[in-house]
């Protein structure tokens, strides 16, 4: 029987098959833990006298709570003592129970989600679970990957199983060729404002179409990233050559690599196979996006007015941006702009923000950051030069970490600040209490820190707007 991505990975890892009464029993083949959401299920291990039934299957970094800027000494300012006391407490419990970290000392460390695929230890057709939402990111790989609460952590640690239901499934069909200065983050920002921030509750997204198939690795991982934001459990996009390419050499890459791409190649959504549910949308109606509210599905395109509000929330939601239905959203002054998180760190994001910034100034009045997703990341920028170009335009260089997505390590807008950030979640006071949040694509944050404004980014890609 023709079955679908999700059902072949999912078949694969069954461990129990739910019952009406009982849910799935799932084998989890990777674990990624955090400061945030680990430290809590360790004591819960340790008081029942358990140990980590599979450190080896488990890999830990510091990325939420740490600060992204040094001291003149060197050292790390952590915004408060509690944040100091999560790092600390995670790596005691990963050196006690022999967990790979890549703590201070790593070449590896960054964001989670950002260096499981950099060390090669996600990939296609497995099962992976993280104590954070956007562990999505990791379904570009053709990997089953969801985020979990604490206790689930703690069910992890101590049995690398999982009780869950089986989703159902939606295929989200985008083809044709998307225009010239559209990205990825515009794709999945038309997607949920498409299907809505309910409309992949419980289902796993499979992302499907010749946009997907002609995207890298980094734009691939932009697009599961939010599929969260559409509600979904997971995110899945099938593997091939460009996600062989990507992973051959990496520390955790199979050393038979050739039998191991032979049996990637069958994680594919056999012809005849069916979707419960099946979205199609052409590449060619998809402009660059931007959010006017406070939640991802608030989302249109940044040359279009801002639509009327549907609800009493959508209604309380427009009076927090500070927006009224019918007015345009470019032109709107902005006071911050953040370029990082796991959505939007990475090579090809710092590359094309750097584009538009380079030989410019960001302007007077607003404060511009940028933020490494990894350690490796920001080695290979400086080595770019894109350091120097940030620097250069008034821009402030950071150490990798989550910073602003959640502004847990202080860096945070102040009350009523505008921020264009490249972050997946704009609800209110995410980013500092009473910041008010767009999400965008990193060129739409870079062309705003040069003009002050929100500005549709293809005036600088492609010349847009520009008399013949
Ligand atoms: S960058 Fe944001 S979404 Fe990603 S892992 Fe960090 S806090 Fe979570």
Redesign the pocket.
Known sequence: MPKTLFDKVWQHHVVVPETASQPATLYIDLHLI?E?TSPQAFTVLKDRGQKVRRPDRTLATI??STPTLLNEDGSRPFVTAQAETQVKTLLANVKEHGIEVHGWESENRG????MGPELGATRPGMTIV?G????S?HGAFGAIAFGIGTTQVGHVLANQCILMRKPKTMAIHVDGELEEGVTAKDVILAIIAQIGVGGGTGYALEYCGSVFESMSMDERMTVC?MSIEAGARCGMIAPDQTTYDYLEGRKFAPAEYAAAMKDWASLKTDQGASYDKEVFMKAEDIRPMVTYGTHPGMAMPIDAMVPAAADEAEIAALKYMGVTAGQPIEGMKVDRVFI????N?RMDDLRAAAGIMEGAKVVDDLIAIVVP?SELIKKQAEAEGLHEIFIESGAQWREP???M??A?NGDKAAPGELVVST???NFAGRQGPGARTVLASPETAAAAAITGVITDPRVFTVGFGEEE
């Not at 990082?340 to 959505?343: K, L, N, V």
């Open positions: 955090h945030v990325d939420h964001i989670v989600h950002v993280c954070d939402s956007h562990t990111t990233n990082g998180s796991c959505t760190s997703g970490g989550c910073s997505c959640i847990m972050s997946n979640r």
